[in-house]
C-alpha cells in the first residue's frame, strides 16, 4: 500500500496505491509462477475521472522457458507529482516468449531463442503510440563466458511533433521499421575483455547502421579502464548524417573502504564533452561519504571549459 499528498494553500495532489503478487514454486515440479498486478490513483482539484493507472501480469521466469505476459494502463489525467510517470493515456501490451535448451557437448552453457519479445503502446482510443519488437533467431553462451546474439527487430512511433536530427526533420507521422542485430560479448571476468554491436535496416523513413564497441581492461585487483564508442550512419530522405560519441572509464580502487572513478564522455552533435569525478569513502559499515565534482567543455572549434559543479554527500550512521 501506498499513500501520499501534496498539500499547499492553492491545490493539493493526493495518490493511493496497492499492490500484490502470488507467487508459487510448485509449478510443472519446481518452476516459478509469478502473478501480480497494481491500482493506483490521483487526486487533483476538480479532476474527478480519467485518473487511474493499473496492470495486471503473468510471469513464468525459469531457466528453460521464461514467459511473460503483462497489460499496464495509465490514464491521462493520472499525475503522480511526487513520483514519475514516464507517459500518460496509453494502453501497453507485453508479451514475452523465450527459450534456452542446455545441449551437452557442444561446449555452450545454454542456445537461447526468442520468438518474440514485444512492447506494444496504443493510445486509449487504440490508434498506435510505440511498438518495440525483437526476436532472437540465435543465440548463446559458451562455458567459458563468451555470448553472441542474433536479433531481428521491429520498430514503431507515432510523433506528435517533428524531430530533428542534425537538421534533418522527421514529420509527425506513423513510421514502421525493420532492423537486423549482431552483438558479440567475452568474458568480463577475463583481465581484457569487450563488447562489440553492428546493428542496420530501417530508421524512421529512411536507413541506419550502426556501430558499437566496448573493451574493458581490469589491470590487477584495484584498477579498470573501459572505452565506448558509438557510431550511427544514417540516411534520411532530406540528407544524411552521422553522429559520433566516445567515452571513457577509468576506476581504482585504494582500498575496500576508499574508491575512486573518473568518466568522461563526448559527441559531435552538442560539441560538448563532460568529466566525471567521484570519490567515494566508508569510514564505517553503514557510512558514506561522496565527493563528485562535474565538468562540462565546449568543443566547437577549441576545447574550453563551461560548467563546473561540486557536491558532496554525507550519509553518517549513529548507534544508540
Given at each position: 500500500?501506498?499513500?501520499?499528498?501534496?498539500?499547499?494553500?492553492?491545490?493539493?495532489?493526493?495518490?493511493?496505491?496497492?499492490?500484490?503478487?502470488?507467487?508459487?514454486?510448485?509449478?510443472?515440479?519446481?518452476?516459478?509462477?509469478?502473478?501480480?498486478?497494481?491500482?493506483?490513483?490521483?487526486?487533483?482539484?476538480?479532476?474527478?475521472?480519467?485518473?487511474?493507472?493499473?496492470?495486471?501480469?503473468?510471469?513464468?521466469?525459469?531457466d528453460f522457458i521464461n514467459h511473460f505476459i503483462g497489460y499496464r494502463v495509465v490514464e491521462g489525467h493520472f499525475d503522480p507529482q511526487m513520483g514519475f510517470a514516464?507517459?500518460?493515456?496509453?494502453?501497453?501490451?507485453?508479451?514475452?516468449?523465450?527459450?534456452?535448451?542446455?545441449?551437452?557437448?557442444?561446449?555452450?552453457?545454454?542456445?537461447?531463442?526468442?520468438?518474440?519479445?514485444?512492447?506494444?503502446?496504443?493510445?486509449?482510443?487504440?490508434?498506435?503510440?510505440?511498438?518495440?519488437?525483437?526476436?532472437?533467431?540465435?543465440?548463446?553462451?559458451?562455458?567459458?563466458?563468451?555470448?553472441?546474439?542474433?536479433?531481428?527487430?521491429?520498430?514503431?512511433?507515432?510523433?506528435?511533433?517533428?524531430?530533428?536530427?542534425?537538421?534533418n526533420s522527421i514529420v509527425p507521422s506513423t513510421y514502421w521499421w525493420t532492423r537486423w542485430e549482431l552483438q558479440v560479448q567475452t568474458n568480463q571476468n577475463r583481465?581484457?575483455?569487450?563488447?562489440?554491436?553492428?546493428?542496420?535496416?530501417?530508421?524512421?523513413?529512411?536507413?541506419?547502421?550502426?556501430?558499437?564497441?566496448?573493451?574493458?581492461?581490469?589491470?590487477?585487483?584495484?584498477?579498470?579502464?573501459?572505452?565506448?564508442?558509438?557510431?550511427?550512419?544514417?540516411?534520411?530522405?532530406?540528407?544524411?548524417?552521422?553522429?559520433?560519441?566516445?567515452?571513457?572509464?577509468?576506476?581504482?580502487?585504494?582500498?575496500?573502504?576508499?574508491?575512486?572513478?573518473?568518466?568522461?564522455?563526448?559527441?559531435?552533435?552538442?560539441?560538448?564533452?563532460?568529466?566525471?569525478?567521484?570519490?567515494?569513502?566508508?569510514?564505517?559499515?553503514?557510512?558514506?561519504?561522496?565527493?563528485?565534482?562535474?565538468?562540462?567543455?565546449?568543443?566547437?572549434?577549441?576545447?574550453?571549459?563551461?560548467?563546473?559543479?561540486?557536491?558532496?554527500?554525507?550519509?553518517?550512521?549513529?548507534?544508540?
Open positions: 500500500f501506498l499513500a501520499t499528498s501534496k498539500q499547499s494553500s492553492y491545490s493539493y495532489n493526493r495518490l493511493l496505491a496497492v499492490d500484490g503478487a502470488m507467487i508459487r514454486s510448485d509449478i510443472f515440479g519446481s518452476n516459478t509462477l509469478v502473478i501480480g498486478g497494481v491500482l493506483a490513483g490521483t487526486m487533483n482539484p476538480g479532476v474527478r475521472t480519467d485518473n487511474l493507472a493499473y496492470r495486471i501480469y503473468a510471469d513464468f521466469p525459469n514516464d507517459r500518460t493515456g496509453f494502453r501497453k501490451y507485453s508479451y514475452t516468449f523465450e527459450i534456452r535448451p542446455r545441449p551437452e557437448g557442444i561446449g555452450v552453457q545454454y542456445l537461447e531463442f526468442k520468438p518474440i519479445e514485444l512492447d506494444y503502446y496504443t493510445n486509449m482510443d487504440g490508434s498506435t503510440q510505440s511498438m518495440d519488437y525483437e526476436g532472437r533467431l540465435l543465440g548463446f553462451r559458451t562455458n567459458s563466458g563468451e555470448s553472441f546474439e542474433w536479433n531481428i527487430q521491429r520498430f514503431a512511433d507515432s510523433p506528435t511533433d517533428s524531430i530533428t536530427f542534425f537538421g583481465s581484457v575483455s569487450f563488447f562489440a554491436l553492428y546493428s542496420w535496416g530501417g530508421f524512421y523513413n529512411g536507413n541506419r547502421q550502426r556501430y558499437m564497441f566496448q573493451p574493458l581492461a581490469r589491470l590487477g585487483g584495484n584498477f579498470s579502464l573501459g572505452v565506448d564508442y558509438t557510431r550511427n550512419m544514417v540516411q534520411l530522405p532530406t540528407g544524411g548524417f552521422i553522429t559520433d560519441e566516445a567515452g571513457a572509464s577509468l576506476n581504482y580502487g585504494f582500498s575496500p573502504l576508499l574508491n575512486s572513478s573518473l568518466f568522461g564522455q563526448w559527441n559531435n552533435e552538442d560539441n560538448q564533452m563532460n568529466l566525471n569525478l567521484r570519490i567515494h569513502w566508508i569510514p564505517r559499515i553503514g557510512s558514506d561519504v561522496y565527493l563528485v565534482l562535474n565538468q562540462a567543455y565546449t568543443t566547437a572549434g577549441r576545447i574550453i571549459p563551461t560548467n563546473t559543479t561540486i557536491i558532496a554527500k554525507i550519509a553518517y550512521l549513529f548507534v544508540l
